[in-house]
């Protein structure tokens, strides 16, 4: 089994290190990343420049570019063997929710994904312990899966893992992505040359987080995994939406 590894926290994260020693020994590994933090940076492509690609002493490959372009570039042309699966992460923080819109770390995976690959997102519910290794060995768990998992199209996993360590997760969950509120107001700050700055405010705290959400299982100590794909279409509204076109078309002709 070969297993493309990326993140968006960048090549140095202690994350990624953690995912490349957990799966040691399970297949072939490469890892390509972004050369910098890329957290929040979704599922950006670079297309106005090209891309550098990197080999580090630990044979880790950076690039220049968003977490969506490690996955592409690695898959669709820096290596003649092809790939059977992508993992992305360990993410230093959760992705719960509506996190995933904004997510790299998701990005990475979905990329994946649309290229053919199934692929598994991993973030840390972090609590400021670090237990990466927890959260490595349940992506190793997931790899070694007996049976195939077939998820459907377009089809992508997104776990989180509790900052405890192994002994202390209290089982695994299959979860549905809850909601949050809305975000915290931008912070406005002052440079040292007096012109006003800001940062974006905090995520907004869980909202629709009840029992059978991801925010809850993680709360309650369990790994949660949510399978996640990319579908934006809402089902539900096409036919008023059609009927509302037919209505308004139909009274133009009176
Ligand atoms: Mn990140």
Redesign the pocket.
């Known amino acids: 089994m070969r297993i493309l590894l990326s993140?968006?926290?960048g090549v140095h994260s202690p994350g990624l290190q953690a995912l490349y020693e957990g799966l040691e020994g399970l297949g072939e590994l490469e890892v390509v990343a972004p050369d910098r933090?890329h957290?929040g940076a979704s599922n950006a492509l670079t297309l106005n420049r090209p891309l550098t690609v990197e080999q580090h002493p630990n044979g880790f490959r950076s690039v220049d570019g968003t977490p969506t372009d490690c996955v592409h570039l690695a898959v669709n042309g820096l290596f003649k063997e092809p790939f059977d699966r992508v993992v992305s992460g360990i993410?230093?923080?959760a992705n719960l929710g509506d996190d995933i819109i904004y997510s790299?770390?998701v990005a990475a995976a979905t990329e994946g994904r649309n290229l053919g690959l199934p692929a598994i997102a991993v973030s840390l519910v972090n609590d400021g312990h670090f237990h990466y290794d927890t959260a490595a060995r349940v992506v190793r768990l997931l790899l070694e899966g007996r049976k195939p998992l077939a998820l459907g199209p377009r089809c992508i996993l997104n776990v989180n893992v509790p900052d405890v360590p192994w002994e202390d997760i209290a089982g695994i969950r299959v979860t549905r992505l809850g909601h949050r509120d809305l975000a915290e107001g931008a912070v406005p700050m002052t440079c040292p040359r007096g012109k006003e700055r800001y940062w974006i405010g905090a995520a907004g705290k869980g909202s629709d987080a009840g029992p059978g959400t991801d925010f809850h299982a993680v709360r309650e100590g369990y790994v949660s995994i949510t399978p996640v794909h990319v579908d934006m279409t809402r089902h539900e509204a096409l036919s008023s939406l059609r009927e509302w076109i037919d209505d308004m078309a139909s009274g133009e002709g009176q």
């Open positions: 993140n968006d926290d933090d957290s993410n230093t923080h790299g770390t």
